[in-house]
């Protein structure tokens, strides 16, 4: 058993203890098996952690640390009864504000343990100096977690992980080198998540791609660009399938988007393939693509994925999807497009980009006295073809403060007769125009809409 999360061990032995109530039988049964009496948590009694020893037999251990304000043992007491039983701890996990004496338990190896997750605070009583885990033996650790922790990592020797998880826990000869020599003497590694870290960047590992074949989610947050690019060159995983990103500080947002996820691109399309339709939403700093979870797809659902990109940059994100989605040509594909007063929708570049998309099905405009009357105008336009711009558009969301009811009309009935009348192919979806006024409150009197040109708007097929 492995903790991922604090509370779970409590959780657990109170799903234990509630079982031992259904029947005499069911208390008899658990009792007397070992494996399911791992759990040893500082937020139960004493007596409880006592009878879980007896009951565990020699069994490997899980053991929780957790919170002093949330234990219901002392943490010495806990400590002097888990101690001497350190030959079986498999599972170490400790949560912030620990008291300090739990660190000297690991200064020194610890063969049999193979997870270990670390949370503190900069006030915790956690060694400033950094922490030598297991005296550097921790080749043996396959779950590796912590957060607001220090540990020396040039004494240290990671071979084999399964999961790597850091934030805010730089320093102390944290390097890009170290990073993905880890993860090259990890080819089993099953999930990458780094937050809220900084380390020296320059690199002398070779420029080929890491196989990570098991690779399942990557995440890189509040990292500065030139950490995050790096770090995606060098990893090859076919078989990903969350990848969530959130840089900071880049400095050219298009070769950042570009060639960090070029490696990626075919995955993303081939997973859309796969799954057979999936949803992008766009907004002013951030990109979301992700495929419906199928039950029955395997663990880990084999027909799924998301990705995650946050810049601040609207045009390099449209640039992005604009070539990994081939135009947006692709089966089953549904774009959302979020256009606030950050985009600058005017920009020509971006509404260029916009008419070119296929699979738009639904844009949202709002905050800015021009996002509306351009989408509106973007949507009027039929650029000499037949078939109007943002062909697959269902819902149109704009802030009616700025735009005027006669526009909308004229904009319906140029794309509805022009398809008509030019001989389309294909038919118009119904299109659901929501206007709203952004502003709930404010002191001057609302605008309202002309209710003649509502019922010529509704009147309107389609």
């Known amino acids: ?6 509370g779970t061990c409590k959780l657990y032995m109170e799903s234990l203890y509630s079982l031992r109530l259904v029947s005499r039988t069911w208390r008899d049964i658990l009792d007397s098996t070992p494996s399911v009496w791992v759990v040893l948590t500082s937020t139960f009694p004493l007596t409880v952690n006592q009878a879980s020893i007896t009951r565990s037999s020699g069994a490997p251990l899980t053991i929780h640390f957790g919170d002093m304000n949330d234990s219901s043992v002392q943490p010495d007491e806990f400590i002097e009864l888990v101690g001497p039983i350190r030959d ?3 599972v170490v996990c400790v949560d912030e504000d620990a008291v300090p004496t739990v660190w000297n338990y690991l200064t020194s190896p610890a063969p049999l343990l193979e997870t270990v997750r670390l949370r503190t605070r900069p006030m915790s009583g956690a060694p400033r100096q950094g922490l030598e885990l297991l005296g550097g033996e921790t080749h043996s650790i396959r779950q590796l977690h912590l957060y607001g922790f220090i540990v020396h990592w040039d004494r240290c020797t990671f071979r084999g992980l399964k999961h790597l998880g850091l934030a805010s826990a730089d320093r102390y000869g944290l390097t890009m080198d170290m990073i993905l020599n880890i993860l090259a003497e990890s080819p089993n590694l099953e999930s990458l ?4 870290m900084k380390f020296p960047v320059s690199t002398s590992f070779p420029l080929h791609p890491i196989y990570l074949p098991h690779l399942r989610t990557i995440e ?3 990292l500065p660009g030139n950490i995050v690019f790096p770090l995606l060159r060098h990893i090859e995983a076919p078989n990903c399938q969350m990848i969530k990103i959130q840089a900071e500080n880049v400095r050219n947002n298009d070769e950042w988007v570009g060639e960090s996820m070029g490696s990626f691109e075919p995955l993303l399309r081939k997973m859309h393939e796969k799954s057979g339709r999936s949803q992008l939403d766009v907004s002013p700093s951030y990109v979301d693509w992700k495929t419906p979870f199928k039950r029955g797809s395997g663990k880990h659902g084999c027909c799924s994925f998301e990705v995650q990109i946050r810049i601040f940059s609207f045009i390099s994100l449209l640039r992005w999807i604009e070539r ?5 040509d692709l089966e089953g594909l549904e774009m959302r497009v979020y256009i606030t007063g950050e985009n600058r929708l005017p920009d020509p570049e971006i509404t260029s980009i916009l008419g070119r998309f296929r699979n738009v099905t639904e844009i949202y405009a709002y905050h800015g006295p021009e ?3 351009e989408v509106v105008r973007l949507l009027s336009d039929l650029d000499d073809s037949p078939i109007p711009l943002l062909f697959s558009l269902t819902v149109l969301h704009i802030d009616y403060e700025y735009i005027a009811a006669e526009e909308i009309l004229l904009m319906l009935r140029t794309r509805l007769t022009a398809h008509t009348n030019k001989g389309g192919r294909s038919q118009l979806p119904d299109l659901d125009v929501v206007a709203e006024l952004a502003v709930e409150a404010r002191p001057e009197p609302i605008k309202s809409l002309d209710f003649a040109t509502i019922a ?7």
């Open 220 to 222: 890189l947050m509040f």
């Open 324 to 328: 990994v989605v081939n135009g947006g």
């Open 193 to 196: 998540y780094i937050d809220l």
């Open 1 to 6: 058993m492995s903790l991922e999360w604090k």
């Open 371 to 373: 996002n509306g009357r």
């Open 456 to 462: 010529q708007i509704r009147a309107i097929a389609g």
């Open 88 to 90: 079986r701890w498999k």
